[in-house]
């Protein structure tokens, strides 16, 4: 079993940024590809980014590329997601998601584990 936890979200303007973080515990996280979706109330979930067990490969969606990054810290048990140049399209809930597996996983359908979400609000 692995639980996430993620952290980071809020209120902020346009054109601003939020670091999102994922703490996991549980099995050995260098074991697990990382991803992050994004979903709003109705809608289907998105997914945002993904990164492998090593951090030396990751994958975004077009939608986010360029301006959103991220990370993983394997001796803290910590995936992170820097958001910049935020946009109001970009207000979701964002889950952290882990796969066991050492590569990464962009299909929803693919990931174990689930957060349980933080909020992202980008006002215009």
């Known amino acids: 079993q692995v639980q996430l936890v993620e952290s980071g979200g809020g209120l902020v303007q346009a054109g601003g940024s939020l670091r999102l973080s994922c703490a996991a515990s549980?099995?050995?996280?260098?074991?697990?590809?990382m991803g992050w979706f994004r979903q709003a109330p109705g809608k289907e979930s998105e997914f945002v980014a993904a990164i492998d067990w090593s951090g030396a490969n990751t994958y975004y969606a077009d939608s986010v590329k360029g301006r959103f990054t991220i990370s993983r810290d394997n001796a803290k048990y910590m995936v992170s997601l820097q958001m910049n140049s935020l946009k109001p399209e970009d207000t979701d809930v964002y889950y952290c998601?882990?796969?066991?597996?050492?590569?990464?996983?962009?299909?929803?359908?693919?990931?174990?584990?689930w957060g349980q979400g933080t909020q992202v609000t980008v006002s215009s």
């Open positions: 998601a882990a796969k066991y597996g050492r590569r990464y996983y962009v299909r929803e359908y693919e990931y174990d584990y």
């Open positions: 549980g099995r050995t996280f260098s074991g697990y590809g």
